[in-house]
Every structure is written in C-alpha cells, then in structure tokens.
C-alpha cells in the first residue's frame, strides 16, 4: 500500500505531544489538539471500512462538553459503537509517532488480512460547534489517504448518523437519507396516536423543550413542525449560532449533574419540561410541583416506563419474550427494587458507558438499557420480530391489535444508539395510552437520596474496581474502608470508578436521607485523596 499521502498527513498534523485514549465518547478534549486525531481517525476509519467492507461513520462532536470541546467516534456497520477491540488500535494510531505510521498500519492490514484493494466508504456528520467544519475536512483528507471515500452526510445529531450507517448496510432497517430517518420516527408516532383513543387521563399534550443550544434543536424543529397537531411543543435554547450558549446552564447534562432548572426556561408549576443534551443522545424529564420543588425524571424511571409498557403490550400478543433492563452502578437503588420486585423482570449490572450496557441488552428479546443520565434506547431481538411477522399471519382481534401497536413502537424506537429525539416520541406516545401526567409517572418510586461527587488524583490507574465497577480491588484498604462507613449510615451504598478520561475518581453515594448520603460521599472522598494520592486541598 502507497503511504506516501498518509505520512504527508501525519506531517501536515503533527503529533502535538498529549496522549488521549479512545473510550466510549471516542477522542474528546479541547479542539485546538485534534486536528492530527481527525486525520489519523480518518486512516483508521478507512481501513476499518476496507475490512468490513461495510460503510462506517465518522461523528464530529464533544456532546454535553462547551464549545471549546470537540471529539471524533466511529460508527461501525450495524450502526454500534466501534467494536471494543478496536479502540486501543485506534488509540495506537493516534498517539504513533511520523516514522513509526507505516508500520503500525501495515500490522493492522496484515492482522485482520485487510484487502486494500476494496475502495471504503466513510459517512461524515457533525455538530454545530465552530471546530467541526475544520476537523470533518481533516478527516476526509485521512479517508483519502488510503483510497477510501469520504462522504459528508450534514449537520446532524449523534442517532441520525448511527441510523444511516445502519441503513446504508442495512436497507430492511430503513431509508438511508436524514429525511428517511425523520419519516421512520413520525409516521410511527403519528400512526400509533391515530389508533389509540384519547383517554380522560391526566395526559396533556404540551411539553416545553430544552435544546441545549445544540444540534438537537435543529432535529426537534423539523418534527415539531409534523407532530404540532398531536403533540405542542414550545422550544427554548435553541440558539445553534451562538456557540459561546452551548450546554451552557442548559441542556440534559445540566439538569442532571446541577438539578435545578436549565436558564432560558419560564419556570411554570406542573409543566412537563424535557432537555437533549448537545449531540441529542441523552434526554431528561423535569417539572416544578406546587411546591416548586424540582423533580426529576431521569434514565432510571425511562427504563421502567419502557418496561412497564411493553410488558403489558407483550402479554397482549401472547408472544413468550424475555426481558432484560440494563444498568449501571449508577442506577439509583429504588429503580433497581422496582424492576425485580414490582415488574417481575431482570436487572442486569455493567460497566459505565452505553457501549457495556447495549451489548448486554442485546442477550435479551426485549432490551431495555438507560444510564441514569438519559442515554439510553430499547433493542428488539431478529428473533422476537421474526415472531411477530409470523403471528401476525393468523392473528385477530386484540392480539392482532397488540401485534400492529408492537411493531408501530418498534418503528418509533432507534435502535442503535440512545435518542433524544425518539425516546422523546416514545416517551409522550406512552405517557398517551396510558393517560399519564409527568408526575403520574414519576410516582412508580421514590428514588433513594444520593450524591454525587469527585476526587481530582495523580494517577487514576491507581483505582481499580470489579462487579460492574461497584467494588474497588486497588488501592489496597479503600473498599474495606468503604465497607466499614456504610455500617454507619442505615441502608446505604457507595462505589467509586475512575475517570475514562481525566485523572478524577468519581464517588457515588446512596442514604436514607440527602443528609447522610453527603455526609457519606464526603467520607469516601477523603478516603479516595488518602490512599489514591489526591490532588489539592484534602475535601
């Protein structure tokens, strides 16, 4: 293979000197360093096609970080994450030195016998930062540099770009085009409200929206100019031009990690609030009670309104599915009791990061997974649609109604990725049947009080952990300490994790009350900073 174009590259882009390693979000850190990861991502995403021979995708996007952020992720043909042995090649790739390129690349062709031959192809999107256009055009240069094509899809958020690289290797999944991706959501929306009568519940339809000033608004725009019929959604924080306003006190990421009310938002009692956050791949529910207290309806409760539904319309199709919903250590306790004890259905356990909880969920006909911070969608076996294709054949009556709602929903859900965008589709078309106010839902349970909190150390490697991070096995004395001061506060749990991609240690914390659920954060902070090396001034 001629490398001559991909050594003027790593030329063109220098190596400046910072390590980054390639985790769930791909590469992200300030945009000024990733000019020679786009490029040398680019190599790798061409010869990642070359080898699949598939189509594979290329996104341009920090998420929830500011404007000054940017990242670069691969999309792999199913529409997935980047299959998971694949990320330290690219983390070699991208911190390789010049004279070193040739051979590290010809070791990846000669190990995965790669035929060169075949022309790849590479789907580009990104996001409105002021970065992007920048480092899509350095990314093309890369794709070129090995004979495969890059092709710039537009500006778009995170799930549009999963969903065409599924569709693009995929025709059954849907039209490979973002107006495809729009109808597959709408049309099942708006075909699933027209066969459900209204109820007298306590559903309004009415939602104000949150768009983080981001990519997201620009994706709620085009379907809310084809729902406003059924569904009115009034947008704030959708200024995409203003970049210095990206994720700034707005956004799912905000009313997660502050909980209070994004800026920009009239503050209005009992009114269903929902925030994307700036990809759209997370999203979260929020509202003000009478007592202006506010509350959130985080991934947690999405993932038990996914299964109670679809529990209850399974049995109505008298299909025999199993039922999984996946979760992290973060998933608060009570959601956790819920799912095993009031659904009947397994509670499944991986590590942070929604690349570990959709591989688990694909074990499952029915597969929920949602992280507590609203990234999350619902996976549907070929198997469970196999089954539905053939008993819709002779069914009738309810079943055969059930069986038509099923497939509607499943249309309405993206499954390859999380989805603000139609999880928000689903979500109102649930909260429909069943006649459900924001806090009718919010209702199922009562979260346990929890903390969050971090720990800024020398060396994150220093904290290991097992039991889908829940349990700490290095620095020695750490999780016995741990074990020893949750005998002093009453039902209460606390894990520690290191940072994918920071030298922080994040710490969570679970209490009968907010008081003890701080008091015991701040405890496993401190032991954090003793026995990992902490940073600054001891918490």
């Known amino acids: 293979m001629d490398f001559s174009k991909v ?40 010869i990642r096609s070359k080898y699949t021979k598939k189509v594979i995708g290329f996104m341009v996007t920090a998420s929830h970080n500011a404007a000054v952020d940017n990242g670069i992720k691969l999309i792999d043909p199913d529409g997935d994450m980047l299959e998971v042995t694949w990320e330290p090649i690219a983390t070699r790739v991208v911190n390789s030195a010049t004279d070193k390129i040739s051979d590290i690349v010809n070791d990846v ?69 973002v107006d495809g991706y729009y109808d597959k959501l709408i049309v099942a929306f708006e075909t699933f409200w027209k066969d459900v009568s209204n109820t007298n519940g306590n559903y309004s339809p009415y939602v104000v929206f949150d768009g983080a000033n981001g990519v997201g608004s620009i994706a709620m725009k085009n379907a809310e100019t084809r729902i406003r019929d059924k569904l009115r959604v009034n947008l704030y924080n959708d200024s995409i031009n203003d970049h210095e306003k990206l994720n700034v006190n707005c956004g ?36 003000l009670d009478d007592s202006k207290k506010f509350n959130i309806v985080d991934g947690d409760k999405m993932a038990v309104l996914f299964a109670t539904f679809l529990k209850e319309i399974i049995a109505e199709t008298k299909l025999n599915s199993t039922f999984g919903i996946v979760q992290t250590a973060y998933a608060n306790g009570s959601s956790t009791r ?42 549907f076996s070929n198997k469970l649609k196999n089954e539905i294709a053939n008993a819709l054949k002779i069914a009738s009556g309810e079943q055969l109604r059930a069986l038509n709602e099923l497939c509607t ?131």
């Open 338 to 379: 819920y799912i095993k004890d009031k659904l009947n259905i397994d509670a499944a356990f991986t590590k942070t990061g929604v690349k570990h909880l959709h591989q688990k969920a694909i074990e499952y006909d029915i597969g929920i997974y949602f992280e507590s911070n609203g990234h999350g969608t619902v996976l």
């Open 109 to 177: 062709i000669s190990s995965y016998k790669i035929d060169t031959s075949f022309e790849g192809e590479v789907i580009i999107g990104w996001d409105t930062r002021p970065s992007s256009i920048n480092l899509v055009n350095i990314a093309c240069e890369g794709i070129a540099s090995v004979n495969s094509k890059p092709v710039k899809i537009a500006l778009c958020t995170t799930p549009i770009l999963h969903y065409l690289v599924r569709c693009r290797n995929d025709s059954s999944y849907g039209v490979p085009s």
């Open 252 to 287: 799912a990421d905000h009313i997660k990690q502050a909980q209070q009310y994004p800026d920009g938002l009239p503050e209005e009692l009992n009114v269903r609030c929902v925030s994307f956050d700036g990809d759209a791949d997370r999203i979260m529910y929020y509202y």
């Open 409 to 539: 929903f499943i249309n309405m859900i993206n499954e390859t990725v999380g989805d603000a965008l139609s999880d928000m589709l689903a979500i109102e078309t649930i909260l429909h049947v069943k006649g459900w106010s924001i806090q009718d839902w919010n209702k199922l349970y009562d979260p346990v009080p929890y903390k969050m909190a971090k720990v800024t150390v020398k060396d994150r490697s220093t904290i290991t952990t097992t039991d889908a991070e829940r349990k700490a096995v290095t620095p020695a004395g750490l999780q016995k300490g741990i074990d020893d001061l949750l005998t002093r506060f009453p039902s209460s749990r606390a894990f520690v994790r290191p940072s994918g991609t920071e030298d922080i240690v994040r710490v969570y914390s679970e209490a009968a009350t907010q008081k003890e659920a701080d008091e015991l954060a701040m405890e496993v902070m401190r032991l954090v900073y003793d026995l990992a090396g902490g940073v600054g001034d001891r918490p």
């Open 7 to 46: 050594l003027a590259g790593y030329e063109k882009y220098p190596y400046p000197s910072k390590e980054l390693q390639y985790g769930t979000s791909g590469f992200r850190d300030k945009a000024s360093v990733l000019e020679h990861v786009a490029f040398r991502v680019g190599v790798l995403a061409g």
